[in-house]
């Protein structure tokens, strides 16, 4: 059974946490309760997240120097942060939150099921990350404890290939529906999603060292991931 996804709410607001749970409960994950900027840094030092959905007006720490410190640390920088506010300042402020690192910057009111859509696809992406991570340690752990294994070693990491080859298939399927619908906060995400896919890629051909004049295990697409389509204003 694959293990529920932490997702971590920052909000001073007592009742917008509630909100918020009441709209993710439908995801059946962990909801994780910040009241402020430094109760939320305070969980990332010792927990998981597929991502993080930050309130931009509080006392003390704002949603802004939370998000800085989130993104200055090498544990947490790729965690995708999903800025709330109540108040809309205008093109300017929302350019701020998506130099802040942001992946998306949401106005309230907000509507609850693309609010439920977008974090669900960080979700899902997480767990594929996971998955991913797991099998690569799976196939080191084998390749390093048995002499001679390198042969069967190659079998699993073109098996590895070619389940990214499907992941990046269906993320770019995602994007090109998402881009019909015309709303540019869900292409943004998904274009978030293909861009980690690619680095997914990166990360799992550097797991085989390819000898000179010879390529590394190639997918039934071929090498190369699908070209990400830059999301509007993410810096």
């Known amino acids: 059974m694959t293990e529920k996804a932490k997702i971590l709410l920052v909000d001073d607001r007592q009742e917008n946490l509630l909100a918020l749970e009441a709209i993710l409960s439908a995801l059946d994950q962990t909801l994780v309760r910040a009241h402020s900027g430094e109760?939320?840094?305070?969980?990332?030092?010792?927990?998981?997240?597929?991502?993080?959905?930050?309130?931009?007006?509080?006392?003390?720490?704002?949603?802004?120097?939370?998000?800085?410190?989130?993104?200055?640390?090498?544990?947490?920088?790729?965690?995708?942060?999903?800025?709330?506010?109540?108040?809309?300042?205008?093109?300017?402020?929302?350019?701020?939150?998506?130099?802040?690192?942001?992946?998306?910057?949401?106005?309230?009111?907000?509507?609850?099921?693309?609010?439920?859509?977008?974090?669900?696809?960080?979700?899902?992406?997480?767990?594929?990350?996971?998955?991913?991570?797991?099998?690569?340690?799976?196939?080191?752990g084998r390749l390093d404890a048995v002499p001679g294994e390198s042969s069967r070693g190659h079998d699993v990491l073109s098996e590895l290939f070619t389940r990214l080859a499907a992941l990046e298939e269906s993320a770019d399927g995602m994007a090109k529906q998402l881009e019909a619908n015309a709303d540019p906060t869900l292409v943004a995400s998904a274009n978030?999603?293909?861009?980690?896919?690619?680095?997914l890629r990166a990360v799992l051909d550097a797991l085989v060292p390819t000898p000179a004049g010879h390529g590394g295990p190639t997918s039934e697409r071929g090498g190369a991931p699908p070209a990400a389509r830059r999301p509007p204003d993410a810096g």
């Open 39 to 140: 109760e939320a840094l305070k969980a990332l030092l010792t927990d998981e997240f597929a991502v993080i959905l930050l309130d931009v007006q509080m006392p003390g720490m704002d949603g802004f120097e939370t998000a800085a410190h989130i993104k200055r640390r090498e544990k947490t920088r790729d965690i995708p942060i999903i800025f709330l506010t109540a108040i809309n300042h205008g093109p300017h402020h929302t350019f701020r939150g998506y130099a802040a690192g942001a992946v998306d910057y949401i106005s309230k009111p907000f509507d609850p099921w693309v609010l439920r859509a977008k974090v669900a696809v960080f979700v899902d992406l997480y767990k594929k990350n996971c998955q991913l991570r797991e099998q690569a340690a799976l196939l080191r």
């Open 192 to 199: 978030q999603v293909l861009s980690r896919v690619g680095r």
